[in-house]
Nanobody, 125 residues
Framework: QVQLVESGGGLVQAGGSLRLSCAAS??????????MGWFRQTPGKEREFVAG???????NYADFVKGRFTISLDNTKNMGYLQMNNLKLEDTAVYYC?????????????????WGQGTQVTVSL
């Protein structure tokens, strides 16, 4: 079993920055083997892919965050991060981290086995 816990969400003004963290734990888990992804969801909408990073640190971003968000891993600490800069009103959502069933980055939520509880990000004027 793998446990994921997100933190770092909050209220920020448009144009500001936040850094989300994802702490992973579990008896046999290691970010060295599985890709990690960040997703987000707003009420009434499906969960959407934001960014992903493979065990080899290959990254993939949704078009709407390219150039603004950066995903990273610290394998020594089993921590994942999402640095979010130049936040926009439309970035308001609950953000989830998840671990994939394989090492390569995938954008489909169905390919992720474990999920955190989510952290709220609210961007205001």
């Amino acid at each position: 079993q793998v446990q994921l816990v997100e933190s770092g969400g909050g209220l920020v003004q448009a144009g500001g920055s936040l850094r989300l963290s994802c702490a992973a734990s579990g008896r046999t888990f290691t970010f060295n083997l599985y890709a990690m992804g960040w997703f987000r969801q707003t009420p009434g909408k499906e969960r959407e892919f934001v960014a992903g990073i493979s065990w080899r640190s290959n990254t993939n971003y949704a078009d709407f965050v390219k150039g603004r968000f950066t995903i990273s891993l610290d394998n020594t600490k089993n921590m994942g991060y999402l640095q979010m800069n130049n936040l926009k009103l439309e970035d308001t959502a609950v953000y989830y981290c998840a671990t994939a069933r394989r090492g390569a980055v995938v954008a489909s939520a169905d390919e992720y086995a474990y999920w955190g509880q989510g952290t709220q990000v609210t961007v205001s004027l």
